[in-house]
T-cell receptor, first 112, second 112 residues
Framework: ETGVTQSPTHLIKTRGQQVTLRCSSQ?????VSWYQQALGQGPQFIFQ???????GRGNFPPRFSGLQFPNYSSELNVNALELDDSALYLC???????????FGQGTRLTVV | DAKTTQPPSMDCAEGRAANLPCNHS???????VYWYRQIHSQGPQYIIH?????ETNEMASLIITEDRKSSTLILPHATLRDTAVYYC?????????????WGAGTKLIIKP
């Protein structure tokens, strides 16, 4: 157990819909990163939040957005869902932006 | 593109040491080597990281060559529960941030 919790664990959405995924970081951690993992591949970095501000972004379109709250929990929002957005979405928290990251169990998103 | 190269799969007998190699020939002086593993359908689990000295913790040992172009993760007494995909990652500084860039990893199968 890493102390990082994600909700929901599974989700089915229709193409074109919007989705919000949630992450509660480990106590004391001020940095949250989000990753997308397609089946059979390694995770791909979406973005990172440090003390409520986005401070790094991978190669994902603007319809992927996020928030970090004062308690350092976080949300990932995806608009206009596409079939290729079907994946495991992973949240990781770390004590600081440059320290090791601890992952939650992920949210399995299926877009139909 | 991932900055590391790992064999796609390896087998190891239960109770023996599992040695997982990783090449990171383009690593720069301030980049760390991180190892994570992912058991099927779970979030990645942090194992160990290092810069240039060998490191050991309760899970594993990390041996980094003197030129830092490759490393080996050692699980000293592998058990069936160590069956997982193991990822070797070079921490890539992006502006002031530190995203993790993942490859496809090594699928390690521990055999009884």
């Amino acid at each position: 157990e890493t102390g990082v919790t994600q909700s929901p664990t599974h989700l089915i959405k229709t193409r074109g819909q919007q989705v919000t995924l949630r992450c509660s970081s480990q106590s004391g951690h001020n940095t949250v990163s989000w990753y997308q993992q397609a089946l059979g591949q390694g995770p791909q970095f979406i973005f990172q939040y440090y003390r409520e501000e986005e401070n790094g972004r991978g190669n994902f379109p603007p319809r992927f957005s996020g928030l970090q709250f004062p308690n350092y929990s976080s949300e990932l929002n995806v608009n206009a869902l596409e079939l290729d957005d079907s994946a495991l979405y992973l949240c990781a928290s770390s004590l600081e932006a440059y320290t090791e990251a601890f992952f939650g169990q992920g949210t399995r998103l299926t877009v139909v | 593109d991932a900055k590391t190269t790992q064999p796609p799969s390896m087998d190891c007998a239960e109770g023996r040491a599992a040695n997982l190699p990783c090449n990171h020939s383009t690593i720069s002086g301030n980049e760390y080597v991180y190892w994570y593993r992912q058991i099927h359908s779970q979030g990645p689990q942090y194992i160990i990281h290092g810069l240039k000295n060998n490191e050991t913790n309760e899970m594993a040992s990390l041996i980094i060559t003197e030129d830092r172009k490759s490393s080996t993760l050692i699980l000293p007494h592998a058990t069936l529960r160590d069956t997982a995909v193991y990822y070797c990652i070079v921490r890539y500084p992006m502006d002031s941030n530190y995203q993790l860039i993942w490859g496809a990893g090594t699928k390690l199968i521990i055999k009884p």
